[in-house]
């Protein structure tokens, strides 16, 4: 069964920084794109990131521009996100998504919790 798994969530310091993982497994990777969500309590779940199949084309929210870099490891079938300078805004449980070439079908991971507070 097609697995995603987050990893690297946890409590940082405002102006700290985390890397987020997401390994896949049972999928054929480089066919897939991929791209992290995340869902404040009482928020809407909203788009962080997204990386085409093979990282030619990246994505970002207004809001993380220029603070976060998604990248992906098709070798390792795996999708990172490198959060830096981080504000409490950014505290959220932060989903890997995968959405398959072609046909459009998608996969959610189970959310990693990122907490940014002093």
């Known amino acids: 069964q097609v697995r995603l798994v987050e990893s690297g969530g946890g409590l940082v310091q405002p102006g700290g920084s985390l890397r987020l993982s997401c390994a896949a497994s049972r999928l054929t990777f480089s066919s897939y794109g991929m791209s992290w969500y995340r869902q404040a309590p009482g928020k809407e779940r909203e788009l962080v990131a997204a990386i085409t199949t093979g990282g030619e084309i990246t994505n970002y929210a207004d809001s993380v521009k220029g603070r976060f870099t998604i990248s992906r490891d098709n070798a390792r079938n795996t999708v990172y996100l490198q959060m830096n300078s981080l504000k409490p805004e950014d505290t959220a449980l932060y989903y890997c998504?995968?959405?398959?070439?072609?046909?459009?079908?998608?996969?959610w991971g189970q959310g990693t919790q990122v907490t940014v507070s002093s």
């Open positions: 998504k995968a959405v398959a070439l072609g046909d459009g079908y998608t996969y």
